[in-house]
């Protein structure tokens, strides 16, 4: 089944939506908020299912026209959100740019970094951002939502508990990030309020594009309207979405609405194109001592969407625009 | 006024305790949960504090004994812990263990982690630990709840969201910490469950001891019964509570129910004792070559609260004892 939230307070109305995004079905009489679907998952997702077949078939009644900018992030705020970097061809040209080598621990020992998860961006909302200067980048990447994930849990025992998927924006500002990793500490002001796609699915949703626990079809990104990279996130993901989950779940547990990324889409095959600015700027690096592609600047747009195999969008569009911020 | 969480389901149960942590009254019929509290605070708030005022006065029904062990965390789950590390003590005694200097920048930029958020330790519960080779190790800490700070507030503007005060237990896996921290990214399986104080109260319950939003009490640790450390938590703080919080706004909004660290409250004057292991380690190693005090072993057991001048506890104690972990 494929779920979605209205914008309404501060944690949506859960809608289910039709598997074609035609069609959308507030549930909230049924189940308030996504939140509250995970927390007792076992006992929401049957009754939510049936309305998702229902609507599949045409049988339900209220459903309304989807549409994307009256929807929240599925989950507007979460208790948790981490995000790995599993796909090595990334961390190997970041590190390429600056003449460094790959620790061969990567190989294993999967990067991963506590985001803040108070203040979700909508799918399509504007990316607000007080200076051009921080060097603002989106990165497109696939996620897990988790249900209970307990301390200590094999990769076997995580792929039991992934309840939903989706894809991000974990918008980036490039040029705060160096300066704030020397200090020791990881992420803050680099990592801010990051966006999800419109719909969140189940994965037998993917059918056979789910396969050991990776979504393995194109992630396609445009940039003002230019096809920007369509990498496979199937393709060169060194770690799975339960690998990362299990990683997350080393010394602590997983709770219900656990959101787990897999870091920025990026194939060896650089023909594919990219998913981040910060990616193609060091390839330009790499072959021409600089990069020449620029962040982005005030009034850009990208959308990050991924399609099955018969061209329909699975999950919904991430569509946003870069505007400066002037508050508070 | 003070308020508490029972024990119950994933968001707990919301109580009013008496000032002298005599008594607590649940209000769930009035008000369900902190977080919901929290979401509404103009509205909840004045509500809230008639309950106070009469459990005070000894005129409120239905009030019950206080008793911390049946308490969650104030938050039994948060969207949002952020960290600081606003005693600059605590980090130049790190570097100093390994004849490095504390970067002059430190003095106007706070070190900060992001932290899990979404399985909070009850005040009373074991701290369960797979590997006593993990060095785990305790830090005590005080902390701000917010309202809602929109991204870029000053530090006066961030004072006037502080709604709610807690100490904290910050468990830190201190043998886990370098490699991590060596990767980049920062803590992670460093920083497992944290704990907070049974109870959390609204600034003016400190009275002349909440100034310049500092608590400016000396923090009680006590280790497997002996006092361990008792440095004030006013002195050497670089940067108050509404400096951490407005720190953490720079590139975000922050919701209602975000909740801001201090980092391991440490005075110059070593006589004060200490609130982490590591730092007496470090004592230890920059005067003897090495350190002698161990890490927690399973058994071990901790101690943390904070008194007023009359000598009645603010907070209730966090109150901790290191478990071995056999699951999942």
Redesign the interface.
């Known amino acids: 089944m494929k779920l979605a939230s209205l914008r309404h307070g501060?944690d949506g109305r859960l809608c289910v939506v039709s598997r074609d995004l035609k069609t959308m079905l507030p549930v909230d009489q049924l189940m308030p908020t996504l939140q509250m679907a995970l927390?007792s998952w076992a006992v929401a997702a049957p009754k939510l299912q049936a309305v998702s077949d229902a609507l599949n078939k045409g049988e339900a009644s209220g459903a309304i026209a989807f549409d994307a900018d009256k929807l929240a992030s599925p989950l507007p705020?979460?208790?948790?959100w981490?995000d790995g970097?599993a796909y090595l061809n990334h961390v190997e040209l970041v590190r390429k740019a600056r003449n460094a080598t790959m620790p061969p621990e990567f190989l294993h020992?999967p990067?991963?970094?506590?985001?803040?998860?108070?203040?979700f961006l909508a799918p399509t909302a504007d990316i607000?951002?007080?200076d051009e200067a921080?060097g603002i980048d989106f990165e497109g990447e696939v996620a897990a939502i988790t249900g209970d994930v307990?301390?200590?849990?094999s990769s076997a025992?995580a792929a039991t508990q992934i309840r939903l998927l989706m894809l991000v924006n974990d918008v980036s500002?490039r040029n705060?990030i160096p300066a704030e990793?020397a200090?020791?500490?990881?992420?803050?002001?680099?990592k801010?309020?990051t966006a999800f796609s419109p719909v969140a699915v189940t994965p037998d949703e993917l059918g056979d594009a789910w396969r050991d626990a990776k979504i393995c079809r194109p992630l396609v990104t445009h940039l003002n309207g230019r096809k920007f990279g369509e990498p496979d996130a199937g393709a060169d993901m060194q770690f799975s979405l339960a690998d990362l989950i299990a990683h997350?779940a080393?010394?602590?547990?997983?709770?219900?609405?656990?959101i787990v990324g897999s870091g920025t889409v990026s194939n060896r095959d650089a023909s594919k194109g990219f998913s981040c600015l910060a990616e193609i700027r060091m390839i330009e690096t790499i072959s021409e001592g600089k990069p020449k592609t620029p962040f982005m600047k005030f009034g850009d747009h990208v959308r990050i969407e991924m399609f099955d195999a018969a061209g329909q969008s699975i999950f919904g569009a991430i569509d946003q625009t870069v505007v400066k911020?002037t508050?508070?």
Chains 1, 2 share one sequence.
């Not at 080393?250 to 656990?258: E, I, P, Q, S, V």
Request: aromatic share 14%; charged share 20%; proline share 6%.
């Open positions: 501060r927390d705020r979460a208790y948790q981490c970097s020992d990067l991963m970094y506590q985001g803040g998860s108070d203040d607000p951002v007080a921080y307990a301390m200590g849990s025992q500002m705060l990793l200090k020791g500490f990881g992420f803050f002001h680099g801010p309020s997350a080393k010394t602590r547990n997983l709770k219900a609405g656990c911020y508050g508070p």
